[in-house]
């Protein structure tokens, strides 16, 4: 497989049970011949602009949809998330007086982690949808068996997603970035590139390991020990200091400022009891690591129809945890990670306009978790923008030098 390291005998979790090997074959040399999907030199930019997060001199949001379908790439979506990100930046640069970079679940976001390998609905089990990049999202044999061909279909429909990013971008004179979980292997792998400078997954600007393959002797934490990219790791409730400490020999050995995300999921009830200490922990390591929140996993409950959601009460509860931590260590709040969209879906509750339990069969449209919808996210950033402003308060009290006011760069407007 081109440009891939697991070192043999480490176990890759979470990959689907590819039924025909050929079939495979073919479809990754497809892609190991096809153009990256991004370049190395917005890779190195996007890492120059973590740095400044890393500093504490910028700000971080990442948002999209849980799980990138192949019917959701049309101009209107692509536009309605990428707006709906843009805006956020605006109104979270403004109470934080800082950059916001903005990174997009989007252009490869197309593979899940599933809980269970099955599914089983009135006696039929079937394999659990394992997002578009793998097979479908309907109840038949037909569509639930790994089809290797999706590898091809996703980077095609990535590569849309991108040319209407750029055009976006272009238009509105803004940097946005695309970011997946680094998942399906044999779709990394093949868009892994070595060139002078180093080795680049070019299927995304950077790639991150979640919660369910963060394993150190894994083969997700060895393949992202190995690329240029800027990496994240997703830490939950039952992450240990010394967990991050060897992800950090792992990945970063180096310290490099923007090389290393890491992405608290912790749960409302959660987030205040376990991050203190491995904040505390990583920081007196000399670690240049990011922090950021993700409020929306450890936050996900059954609605009494059946309908999987979230509440924003408690994503906003997350949110505040994090930001008290890092308050109370005068540590910088990175950012947020959020699952959104830019449509007005009825898949998360509360907000001002409010969604109750009886609006969710309305717009529940989602393949996998709850999103935010566009007036939600809103509602999010500008609860964002009082923390920030409270927290460069608070760390004026903590720092000699405290970072001038600045303006917002091109990056961080609608």
Not at 26 to 53: F, K, M, T
Not at 65 to 93: L, P, W, Y
């Amino acid at each position: 497989m081109p440009h891939c390291f697991p070192a043999p005998g480490l176990r890759a979790a979470q990959q689907p049970d590819w039924p025909d090997p050929e079939a495979l074959a073919e479809a990754v040399a497809g892609l190991a011949a096809a153009p990256g999907l991004v370049l190395p030199q917005e890779i190195d930019s996007l890492r120059e602009r973590l740095a400044a997060v890393a500093r504490g001199a910028a700000v971080l949001l990442q948002g999209g949809d849980c799980a990138e379908t192949f019917d959701g790439v049309s101009q209107d979506q692509v536009s309605a998330k990428f707006r709906t990100i843009n805006q956020m930046a605006a109104v979270i640069g403004e109470g934080a007086a800082l950059p916001v970079v903005t990174i997009g679940r989007m252009a490869g976001q197309y593979a899940k982690p599933r809980s269970s390998a099955h599914e089983t609905r009135d006696g039929i089990t079937l394999p659990s949808y394992r997002g578009d990049l793998v097979n479908g999202v309907g109840f038949t044999p037909e569509s639930r068996t790994p089809e290797p061909r999706r590898l091809g279909r996703a980077y095609q429909t990535s590569a849309t997603t991108l040319n209407l990013l750029r055009a976006f971008s272009a238009h509105h004179r803004t940097e946005f970035w695309t970011s997946h979980e680094a998942l399906v292997l044999e779709y990394e792998c093949a868009l892994t590139r070595a060139i002078p400078q180093g080795i680049y997954n070019l299927s995304a600007h950077t790639v991150w390991v979640g919660e369910r393959t963060r394993q150190l002797d894994g083969a997700h934490v060895d393949y992202a020990a190995h690329i240029r990219n800027p990496v994240a790791v997703k830490v939950g409730p039952s992450t240990t200091p010394d967990d991050l400490i060897a992800l950090i020999e792992r990945l970063d050995p180096d310290r490099e400022p923007g090389r290393l995300t890491f992405v608290s999921r912790m749960g409302a009830g959660a987030v205040r009891e376990v991050l203190p200490d491995l904040v505390a922990k990583v920081t007196a390591q000399g670690s240049p690591a990011i922090w950021i929140c993700d409020p929306m996993h450890g936050n996900t409950f059954s609605a009494q129809d059946g309908f999987k959601t979230r509440h924003l009460n408690d994503i906003v509860d997350e949110v505040r945890g994090f930001f008290e931590v890092h308050r109370t260590l005068g540590t910088h709040a990175g950012g947020v990670h959020i699952e959104l969209t830019g449509e007005h879906v009825t898949e998360c509750l509360g907000g001002v306009y409010e969604v109750t339990p009886s609006h969710l069969p309305t717009r529940y449209e989602t393949t996998c978790d709850p999103r935010l919808n566009r007036a939600q996210s809103l509602d999010l950033a500008r609860e964002l923008a009082g923390l920030y402003a409270t927290h460069r308060i608070n760390r004026r009290e903590h720092h000699a030098e405290p970072h001038p006011r600045r303006v917002l760069s091109p990056y961080a407007r609608a």
